[in-house]
């Protein structure tokens, strides 16, 4: 069989690895019985340039499970430290994830990380495995938002074995493969800085601005400066994009938190159903640290823990604050570009803001479900078709969101305003409007309640409706057919799910 990963040692590298031992561990992952496969994205497999056919064999099984290494592998679990909750947790690290290395791909180098693997020497009280359910969560979101075009780390396969896992009660372990140019964390940084070893910090800096931010170096300026800047850049983007599709990341500790900009860490996540700004997801966040509407603020104190970890490689503090200054204006220009898209507006005007703020407001007040909500607003403009239309018609396109709100004259008067405010745009073209909008507002996400049947079922060992569910994700924008149950309301039990950080 065609081998690509095996016969092709030389398309390994390790480029984390080389920064040497103070950086991480180098170990092999600790094997788990009998594993099987859970799912796999041949999308993914495809864009690594890995064979298909091989992701199927056993040699890729008991690869992806940790219980053999192929020819150019070099494990390792890797040292950073982390702010959680808001506090200084101090020395966390890689506990239950080991790198195998780095593949050249045809979309450049990629770490590929098994999550899952067992215990490393940063595992603290755990016990360095990930449950099914959790696995499976992973997977399916890092594809799903992918598929959205939201920057995130990728997931190759699901592997589980019965092996036992101790969690509330208990389960059994699952191994998650995933991949991303780097899973490099502000707590990378946030470890050096705060222990004082300011030569691993700079090496650390210098090696992500040689491999991911050449450009810090080329402009002008301290390059740690400009690294933040950028790093600050990316984070505003990717926040942006998940407010833009209601998505709740649940723990944004510094330790989750890629340098790349990247959605990294798949825990208690969620994709909102009844709209709430408040939405906590995590059920162990009772403060509501990490809620939906927290989450750009979150975003910016994490930035700026980065800052601080960086200022021995500043001139002064100042240099640092500066940096920052940009997420203020990126931010909210990110997302009005994103909420403006949603509305099918195409160029910036004022007053934007107010539009879709006044319909986010009106989708609060009566928990209308945000994804059906977007969906559904796409379709009413085919009704707009032409700037002197009967209102009657322009009416009868607007029923079926009508129908999600109670406060039924307020959004008749709001979608009057939205109305103008389209059919005064150059060359309005009702179809093509609503043609943009339906790639922009998703028909399917992740809800809660579709990833429980997921788990559910293959808890049973049938994967069907996983993979059922993944295909839908990984098209998100399009009506599969037979599919229209994952686009539907969740069901009254949804509201009941509670995740926690227990994974
Ligand atoms: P998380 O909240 O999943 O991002 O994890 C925070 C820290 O705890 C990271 O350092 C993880 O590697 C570690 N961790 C979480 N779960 C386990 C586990 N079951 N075994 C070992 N380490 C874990
Ligand atoms: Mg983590």
């Not at 099987?36 to 298909?52: H, K, Q």
């Not at 240099?319 to 990126?330: C, G, I, S, Y």
């Not at 039924?408 to 609503?434: E, I, V, Y």
């Amino acid at each position: 069989m065609n081998d690509p990963l095996a016969d092709h040692a030389s398309r390994w590298s390790h480029r984390f690895a080389e920064l040497g031992p103070d950086f991480h561990t180098e170990l092999r992952p600790t094997p788990l019985p009998a594993p099987y496969w859970v799912g796999t994205s041949l999308n993914l497999a495809r864009e690594l340039g890995l064979d298909p056919a091989w992701l199927q064999s056993d040699e890729a099984l008991h690869t992806f499970t940790g219980n053999r290494l192929l020819p150019g592998m070099r494990p390792l679990a890797s040292v950073y430290s982390g702010h959680q909750f808001g506090h200084w947790a101090g020395q966390l690290g890689d506990g239950r994830a080991i790198l195998l290395g780095e593949l050249a791909t045809p979309l450049g180098p990629r770490e590929v990380q098994l999550k899952g693997a067992g215990l490393t020497p940063y595992s603290r009280m755990g016990d360095g495995r990930a449950v099914l359910r959790s696995s499976i969560r992973e997977f399916l979101c890092s594809e799903a938002m992918h598929a959205l075009g939201i920057p995130t780390s990728r997931a190759l396969c699901v592997t589980g074995s019965d092996a036992p896992v101790r969690r509330e009660e208990i389960e059994t372990a699952a191994v998650v493969t995933r991949t991303a140019p780097s899973f490099i964390r502000f707590g990378h940084f946030e470890h050096f800085s705060h222990s004082g070893q300011h030569a691993q910090l700079r090496q650390l800096a210098d090696f992500v601005i040689d491999h991911f931010y050449p450009d810090c170096r080329e402009r002008a300026g301290n390059p740690y400066a400009r690294l933040l800047e950028a790093v600050s850049e990316r984070t505003a983007h990717t926040v942006a994009q998940w407010q833009a599709v209601g998505f709740c990341h649940g723990v944004m500790n510094t330790d989750n938190m890629s340098i790349l900009g990247l959605t990294i860490d798949y825990g208690p996540f969620q994709f909102m159903d009844a709209f709430n700004p408040a939405h906590i997801c995590n059920h162990t966040d009772s403060g509501g640290r990490y809620a939906y509407h927290r989450q750009p603020n979150i975003a910016y104190w994490n930035l700026f823990c980065l800052g601080q970890a960086l200022l021995p490689l500043m001139e002064d503090q100042q240099q640092a604050l500066d940096a920052l200054e940009p997420f203020k204006t990126v931010f909210p220009t990110a997302l009005q570009q994103r909420m403006g898209a949603k509305l099918g507006l195409t160029e910036a005007q004022p007053g934007d803001e107010t539009l879709t703020e006044q319909f986010m407001q009106l989708m609060a007040k009566d928990a209308v479900d945000f994804t059906i909500a977007w969906r559904r607003l796409s379709h009413v403009v085919a009704g707009f078709a032409t700037p002197d239309a009967a209102d009657a018609e322009a009416r009868r396109a607007l029923e079926p969101v009508r129908d999600l709100f109670l406060q039924r004259d307020a959004l008749d008067a709001w979608a009057q305003t939205w109305r103008s405010r389209l059919q005064s745009q150059p060359g309005f073209d009702a179809l093509a409007t609503r043609a943009r909008m339906l790639r922009t507002n998703p028909q399917v996400v992740l809800r809660n309640h579709l990833g429980e049947i997921a788990i559910q079922r293959a808890r049973e060992g049938d994967f069907s409706r996983l993979q059922r569910l993944q295909a839908a994700l990984e098209q998100p924008f399009d009506a599969l057919p037979g599919c229209d149950d994952l686009a539907d309301f969740p069901p009254e039990w949804a509201a009941q799910i509670e995740i926690s950080c227990s994974s």
